[in-house]
Antibody, heavy 116, light 108 residues
Framework: QVQLVESGGDLVKPGGSLRLSCAASGFTVSDYYMSWIRQAPGKGLEWVSYITGSDSKIYYADSVKGRFTVSRDNSKNSLYLQINSLRAEDTAVYYC?????????WGQGTMVTVSS | EIVLTQSPGTLSLSPGERATLSCRASQSVPRSYLAWYQQKPGQAPRLLIYGASSRATGIPDRFSGSGSGTDFTLTLSRLEPEDFAVYYCQQYDRAPWTFGQGTKVEIK
């Protein structure tokens, strides 16, 4: 079964760090572009980053550049998002998604709350 | 960055009616790499349309997409009760990928 499962969301103080994980099953992450998207409470979707398949090029939204780092572990068939210097405005549900023609497979999301 | 503007913000319609949602890009989406998603409360988004007009797997044919360049449209030919949700367009033609702000289709 093709599936993505995110984990790692938590309540974190401003300035803190967090590492989100996205475990894939039913397909190989290194064969696809993989994306992170976030959604603040009551707001719309915001694309955060993607990593390409074979050549592992990475792109970030300007709003997260320099603080967020995407990586992939092919041996674990997983995607990661390292978030540093967390701010209140980073509070959101973070989704990972497979990108083929559009974002065709989504995880259920993991909640990150930044608050003192 | 390609900015996507969706209209209207909210569409109030009755089951059985036709819904027309617009997505306008600030610059051309040259390969028509434009997708539409449906999101219901508490759920992840679901891909409906990719490449501006191709339905994703399992999507009913009452959903259709059209357009090119800077103007794109999602049409729901006859609203079913399960279609009341928020709809987003997204371009994946050029990084940074971007989403529209969403159109809520609500029951009148």
């Amino acid at each position: 079964q093709v599936q993505l499962v995110e984990s790692g969301g938590d309540l974190v103080k401003p300035g803190g760090s967090l590492r989100l994980s996205c475990a894939a099953s039913g397909f190989t992450v290194s064969d696809y572009y993989m994306s992170w998207i976030r959604q603040a409470p009551g707001k719309g979707l915001e694309w955060v980053s993607y990593i390409t398949g074979s050549d592992s090029k990475i792109y970030y939204a300007d709003s997260v550049k320099g603080r967020f780092t995407v990586s992939r572990d092919n041996s674990k068939n997983s995607l990661y998002l390292q978030i540093n210097s967390l701010r209140a405005e980073d509070t959101a549900v973070y989704y990972c998604a497979r990108s083929t023609l559009g974002l065709d497979i989504w995880g259920q999301g993991t909640m990150v709350t930044v608050s003192s | 960055e390609i900015v996507l503007t969706q209209s209207p913000g909210t569409l109030s319609l009755s089951p059985g009616e036709r819904a027309t949602l617009s997505c306008r890009a600030s610059q051309s989406v040259p390969r028509s790499y434009l997708a539409w998603y449906q999101q219901k409360p508490g759920q992840a988004p679901r891909l409906l349309i990719y490449g501006a007009s191709s339905r994703a797997t399992g999507i009913p044919d009452r959903f259709s997409g059209s357009g090119s360049g800077t103007d794109f449209t999602l049409t729901l030919s006859r609203l079913e009760p399960e279609d009341f949700a928020v709809y987003y367009c997204q371009q994946y033609d050029r990084a940074p990928w971007t989403f529209g702000q969403g159109t809520k289709v609500e029951i009148k």
